[in-house]
């Protein structure tokens, strides 16, 4: 073991993060941070596993050479805050051990890792097959690159809901508008004086239609000259004379309510 | 995690709560009226058509049809008076559902012919149709069979 990694899992599932003074579970999901002096006792006992330690070289290396004072019954408490922090990752509280009159021990599993990839470390350390280590290592290195990209996720996670919302928020308003509009498909066909005149489909009318329209707007008395009218004009089975219609409706536009009033004007053969 | 999962749940939710809206708000019941001015030409005889046409879509599929006015032929002059009864189902296609005339009501002074009145409305009692019921400005309403437009009507 060396205090040169940042990094050590114990047990195959807790991390402690030294730097960050951070015990927590390998899947990050939860974590602890633990007191400076409980990071500097477990650094002293990880990088000890399976030693025992005196209480005399834990107070020192802990508090004294840190300038600090310190007693048996503060390390007592320390040594409680470690084991606590154990017992809510999952973890025996025993694995502290107390050496009567002594001092303390740590017995686990212990492996040092590298902070930016504990995943790797980790995976690679549960495969054994030596003839496939390449194929693992890409493996792990494509899982470790997943990992990192939720990681990136998870510590962005508020903008990351942020921008979810703001996109869903703009395709509900595409969704309203596009519902919450007319729904027509009229084509504007052109102008007569003060009246709009619209076709109630796609088509454009032929000049035949027109001049029929034009017809029926005269035979009406529908008045453009002193009133505005949206007018609809249709004509149905054009080439069959005996069962030709042609549907007009004027609408009398009203410019606060839409129309005031709408007649229709149908003829059929 | 937590905090995706409950905003996706929130989403899906809001979603569903969406698209049930339109689903309703696509049957979103209304009163129109219209004043039909109908000029019909058949076997060599004229007629003039002037009814008062009120349409009534209610919010359980169904509705109704109060028309009143005159049918005027060139020997002969009748009274127009009676309600249609219709039920209409969920859109089949955006804005064209099935329709089916279930009765029609004549007043007594009703004297139409029926000779006639299927120039008028050619549906029948019991027999299936498609509509297709479009918004039009702010207050007006298109309804119009497969092959041609029946109203189009002024939101009361």
């Known amino acids: 073991m060396s205090h040169d990694y940042f990094e050590f899992l114990i047990n195959k599932k807790i991390i402690f993060d030294k730097e960050n003074r951070i015990l927590m579970l390998d899947d990050h999901q939860y974590s602890i941070v633990l007191s400076k002096p409980a990071s500097r006792l477990l650094d002293m006992l990880v990088s000890h596993n399976k030693i025992n330690l005196l209480r005399g070289e834990l107070i020192k290396s802990v508090w004294e050479d840190y300038g600090l004072s310190s007693s048996n019954a503060s390390l007592n408490n320390h040594i409680s805050e470690l084991r606590k922090a154990f017992e809510n990752l999952g973890e025996n509280k ?6 009567p009159k002594i001092g303390f021990r740590i017995d686990a599993d212990i492996q040092s890792i590298t902070k930016l990839s504990p995943e790797l470390i980790r995976i690679t350390a549960q495969t054994h097959d030596e003839h496939n280590v390449q194929e693992t290592i890409a493996y792990n290195k494509f899982k470790v690159g997943i990992l990192q990209l939720k990681s990136l996720i998870m510590s962005n996670i508020n903008k990351v809901i942020t921008s979810v919302i703001f996109i869903f928020i703009i395709a509900i308003s595409f969704v309203l508008f596009f519902y919450t509009k007319n729904d027509d498909n009229f084509t504007f066909l052109s102008s007569l004086k003060k009246c709009d005149i619209y076709s109630i489909d796609d088509r454009a009318l032929s000049s035949d239609s027109l001049k029929t329209m034009n017809e029926i707007i005269k035979t009406e008395s529908i008045d453009c000259s002193h009133e505005s009218f949206d007018i609809f004009y249709r004509e149905d089975r054009p080439e069959n004379f005996n069962l030709k219609i042609n549907f007009l409706a004027a609408c009398k536009k009203n410019n606060k309510l839409g129309y005031e009033y709408c007649n229709n004007y149908k003829t059929l053969n | 995690m937590k905090k995706l999962i409950l905003t996706s749940f929130i989403m899906i939710l809001l979603s569903i709560a969406i698209y049930v809206y339109f689903i309703f708000n696509s049957k979103e019941p209304f009163h129109c009226d219209v004043q039909i001015l109908s000029h ?45 009864y219709f039920t209409t189902n969920s859109p089949v296609i955006k804005n064209i559902s099935q329709a089916i005339i279930t009765d029609e009501k004549r007043h007594d002074r009703d004297n139409a012919p029926n000779e006639l009145w299927k120039y008028v409305i050619p549906e029948v009692v019991g027999v299936k149709f498609y509509i297709e019921v479009k918004n039009l400005n702010k207050n007006a309403i298109l309804i119009q069979g497969v092959s041609n437009p029946y109203y189009i009507c002024k939101r009361s």
């Open chain 2, 40 to 84: 019909i030409t058949k076997d060599g005889q004229k007629f003039d058509l002037n009814l008062h046409t009120d349409i009534l879509l209610l919010t359980n599929n169904k509705g109704a049809v109060y028309i009143i006015g005159t049918l005027r032929g060139e020997r002969n002059s009748y009274l127009v008076s009676r309600r249609l």
């Open chain 1, 94 to 99: 025993n694995i502290i051990i107390t050496i």
